[in-house]
């Protein structure tokens, strides 16, 4: 199938297969890993919290150096094959080999010292982190080399979190129906080292699923780009804060999202004496509104702005935040309305406000590479390591500190770290609103020195006829041009 990238066209079947590169990552990673690792490590496994959180520093920190490199390397590989779809083809088999590992016993070492369990949970949960960032990098780097339309990358951001949402509700649906049905004899109260066929067989069947429904991405994608084509530097442009400020709106975003799903289990479960079954039902809601945001946030984002889309959709995640911090107090006020289950509301604001900050960054990310598609893939590298290390370093500094806390704590994890990852990324985007504006300033008045200066034509008997004024025109013209184009470029 012919793909016209120069203008933006892509077929239908060209766009569904690039959203299908993700999937597996949904499924694994981004609903099962993120959402019941941890609980799996603490209350099936039996870890102290202190050491799953090392698991998941390990993992985020492997993930995290492993990125950047590998995104160099997509950048600079010549593979006939596609230089995105191999680190790709790579991802999906480290994936397949390793992921049902971290949800068994420690094989050989069921009844060593926790530290051996920790070592090889870590062992595998790093070639996992491998595969996920290859599969990962591989179709980011591929949505500017697609097309060069700003409104065709967000409808293909919008495709790839509308199915991550929607992989993600799957995961929930299928972990609500094997709590209720795979394992009757458990506690219907809480997680137990009962349920651990559950999350097992979940694992498998998710796997499986994830690898069928990739596929579409290997065969039905033709990349477009080659190293010849190669027009600007790998490192060109990293001397700019736009980079750096988008790079800081993808990370507090990324923080909201992963750390949300991680820790609203615990909270339901430990802070509310939820039934376990809540631990599906919670991230389910979360998901099912994340999917409607991700499907409208383009009409939104036409019609009132990249900018002004983010501020509100930051301004409906705080008023979430006050909402849970407040929920006691509601509670007590009146009982009836603000009852256990209302906390089913500010989830679902999390979700739709996630997801539609996170299409919003990576749009922000793919306009960012522009026209330098080359160095795409260091790019979102650079931009991953910021996420993999925020968010292990978050981690393992809550689960320290969960050791020795109360069971309310879970509530002021979601409250203060989307607070304050929110607060980042509006600060990030304001600034990067008003560079925005600066530049049009100063493009407009490039464009309007143009206009002005009116330049007499050379005679045709040579330079010699120019007088010294139209000289001094000329370079009081050369001069502000420069000095437009340094401010343009800062």
């Given at each position: 199938?012919?793909?016209?990238?120069?203008?933006?066209?892509?077929?239908?079947?060209?766009?569904?297969?690039?959203?299908?590169?993700?999937?597996?990552?949904?499924?694994?990673?981004?609903?099962?890993?993120?959402?019941?690792?941890?609980?799996?490590?603490?209350?099936?496994?039996?870890?102290?919290?202190?050491?799953?959180?090392?698991?998941?520093?390990?993992?985020?920190?492997?993930?995290?150096?492993?990125?950047p490199a590998m995104g160099l390397a997509s950048d600079t590989c010549s593979c006939a094959y596609g230089r995105r779809k191999i680190f790709h083809l790579f991802g999906m088999i480290a994936m397949l080999s390793t992921f049902v590992f971290l949800w068994l016993d420690c094989?050989?070492?069921?009844?060593?010292?926790?530290?051996?369990?920790?070592?090889?949970?870590?062992?595998?949960?790093?070639?996992?982190?491998?595969?996920?960032?290859?599969?990962?990098?591989?179709?980011?780097?591929?949505?500017?080399?697609?097309?060069?339309?700003?409104?065709?990358?967000?409808?293909?951001?919008?495709?790839?979190?509308?199915?991550?949402?929607?992989?993600?509700?799957?995961?929930?649906?299928?972990?609500?129906?094997?709590?209720?049905?795979?394992?009757?004899?458990s506690d219907p109260s809480d997680i137990s080292p009962a349920d651990k066929i559950v999350f097992w067989v979940m694992a498998l069947i998710l796997l499986a699923l994830g690898f069928v429904i990739t596929l579409p991405f290997q065969v039905g994608i033709r990349e477009r780009s080659s190293l010849s084509a190669r027009t600007k530097k790998i490192y060109e442009g990293f001397q700019k804060p736009m980079l750096y400020l988008s790079i800081c709106a993808f990370t507090s975003g990324r923080v909201i999202t992963v750390i949300t799903q991680q820790y609203i289990p615990f909270y339901l479960l430990d802070s509310l004496d939820m039934p376990k079954t809540s631990i599906a039902i919670g991230p389910m809601v979360w998901y099912v509104l994340a999917s409607v945001a991700a499907i409208c946030i383009q009409k939104i984002s036409s019609k009132i702005g990249d900018e002004m889309t983010y501020f509100c959709c930051l301004m409906l995640m705080f008023e979430s935040v006050i909402w849970l911090w407040a929920k006691p107090t509601l509670q007590e006020i009146s009982p009836s309305i603000w009852d256990q289950y209302s906390v089913y509301i500010p989830i679902a604001i999390f979700g739709a406000t996630g997801s539609s900050l996170m299409v919003m960054n990576l749009t922000y990310m793919s306009t960012l590479t522009g026209s330098n598609i080359q160095s795409a893939g260091f790019v979102w590298g650079i931009a991953l390591f910021s996420d993999r290390i925020s968010n292990g370093l978050i981690n393992i500094l809550i689960l320290h500190v969960a050791t020795s806390s109360s069971a309310t704590f879970y509530r002021y994890v979601l409250v203060y770290t989307n607070f304050g990852a929110g607060a980042i990324g509006l600060a990030s985007v304001i600034i990067i609103a008003l560079l925005k504006r600066r530049e049009m300033n100063a493009a407009a008045a490039l464009e309007q020195v143009s206009l002005n200066i009116q330049i007499p034509a050379a005679p045709v008997d040579g330079a010699s006829n120019i007088t010294a004024s139209v000289k001094d025109q000329r370079a009081a013209q050369d001069s502000h041009r420069r000095t437009l184009e340094l401010f343009m470029s800062v």
């Open positions: 199938t012919k793909m016209a990238s120069e203008e933006g066209i892509l077929t239908l079947k060209e766009r569904c297969a690039f959203g299908t590169a993700h999937l597996m990552n949904v499924l694994c990673l981004s609903g099962m890993w993120f959402s019941y690792i941890l609980i799996f490590f603490t209350k099936v496994i039996g870890l102290p919290k202190a050491q799953a959180g090392l698991i998941l520093l390990v993992a985020q920190f492997g993930g995290a150096i492993i990125t094989l050989g070492c069921e009844n060593a010292p926790s530290g051996y369990k920790v070592v090889y949970y870590s062992s595998f949960a790093i070639v996992v982190q491998f595969g996920w960032s290859a599969m990962q990098l591989a179709q980011l780097t591929m949505v500017p080399e697609l097309t060069t339309h700003k409104a065709t990358r967000m409808q293909l951001n919008q495709i790839r979190y509308a199915l991550t949402t929607i992989g993600g509700l799957l995961v929930f649906v299928l972990f609500w129906i094997l709590l209720s049905k795979l394992n009757k004899n």
